[in-house]
Nanobody, 117 residues
Framework: QVRLVESGGDLVQAGGSLRLSCAAS????????MGWYRQAPGKQRELVAD???????NYADSVKGRFTISRDNAKNTVYLQMSSLKPEDTAVYYC???????????WGQGTKVTVSS
C-alpha cells in the first residue's frame, strides 16, 4: 500500500518560514519523481516544485528564490523549505509521487499552510 504523509503545515506570519515534509512508503522512493503542489481556495491545483530521480529540480516562477525542494532517499522523504512567505502562498500543499515506467501517480492528503499579513 502506497502512502504519502505530509506534515509541517501551520499558520505563519508573512515573511516567515516553514518546512514541509512528506514521508513515502510503498514505493521505490529513489526512482520516483517527487513533487509539491498546492491548491488555494477557489483555484486549481498547481505545481510548486518537483525533484526528479535524476537530481533535477523545477520550480514555479512564483516561488523561485524563496522555496527549496530537497529529498533524502535514505529516509524516503521529500522536503519543501519555504522562506519569505507571502499571504498568496496560503494553500493546502500536497505531496506527489509519480513515475512513467511503471506508471503511477500518487498523492498525499495535504497539509495546510496559512500565511497571515
Amino acid at each position: 500500500q502506497v502512502r504519502l504523509v505530509e506534515s509541517g503545515g501551520d499558520l505563519v506570519q508573512a515573511g516567515g518560514s516553514l518546512r514541509l515534509s512528506c514521508a513515502a512508503s510503498g514505493i521505490i522512493f529513489s526512482i520516483a519523481r517527487m513533487g509539491w503542489y498546492r491548491q488555494a481556495p477557489g483555484k486549481q491545483r498547481e505545481l510548486v516544485a518537483d525533484y526528479t530521480s535524476g537530481g533535477f529540480t523545477n520550480y514555479a516562477d512564483s516561488v523561485k528564490g524563496r522555496f527549496t525542494i530537497s529529498r533524502d532517499n535514505a529516509k524516503n522523504t521529500v522536503y519543501l523549505q519555504m522562506s519569505s512567505l507571502k499571504p498568496e502562498d496560503t494553500a493546502v500543499y500536497y505531496c506527489n509521487a509519480r513515475r512513467s515506467r511503471p506508471q503511477y501517480d500518487y498523492w498525499g492528503q495535504g497539509t495546510k499552510v496559512t500565511v497571515s499579513s
